[in-house]
């Protein structure tokens, strides 16, 4: 049987040890959370691995410090993701009209729009521009629920398809 003597340096010692790896461990902690939070000096952050993560805006960089892609929302609350290119021109654009109606939106180098793909209150629809931003074709339903689809030249001229006599 052991004194009480024994039994106070036992639990000294242990208290120590146990005091020691409280102390290396929130060493350890506190420098994951600095390397984390500061990244590396070439302005890499470190990889975190996570099942969720929330944010109002996400922001990508290519390697040359460009923004190229955005995440975030539009004037009317709905998601919104835009792809730029190298040059700063938006590519495609994800999104919706302020009543919630999903788009498509892709552009040429110049930054002028080529293709839409939305809907209205009607149906889908579908909006085509040549090079230099002139509206050359458009597909959609029209306010009976019929297809209409109109193709037009660079001055405007053209047709429309609509069913019916």
Request: aromatic share 6%; glycine share 14%; charged share 20%.
């Amino acid at each position: 049987m052991q004194t009480i003597e024994e039994r106070l340096d036992q639990l000294e010692k242990r208290n120590r040890r146990l005091t020691a790896a409280l102390a290396v461990l929130t060493v350890a902690i506190c420098a994951v959370v600095t390397m984390a939070a500061t990244g590396d000096k070439d302005g890499h952050f470190a990889t975190v691995w996570a099942d969720t993560v929330v944010a109002r805006h996400i922001y990508v960089k290519n390697d040359a410090g460009k923004l190229i892609v955005t995440l975030g929302a539009n004037d009317g609350g709905h998601g919104l993701v835009v792809t730029e290119s190298a040059q700063g021109k938006d590519l495609v654009e994800l999104g919706s009209t302020v009543n919630g109606i999903g788009t498509v939106t892709t552009y040429a180098p110049n930054g002028k729009e080529l293709v839409t793909l939305g809907a209205s209150d009607n149906g889908g629809l579908v909006y085509v521009w040549n090079k230099t931003g002139e509206g050359i074709a458009e597909m959609r339903a029209d306010d009976y629920g019929n297809g209409y689809i109109g193709s037009w030249d660079r001055k405007g001229k053209g047709r429309t398809l609509q069913p019916g006599p």
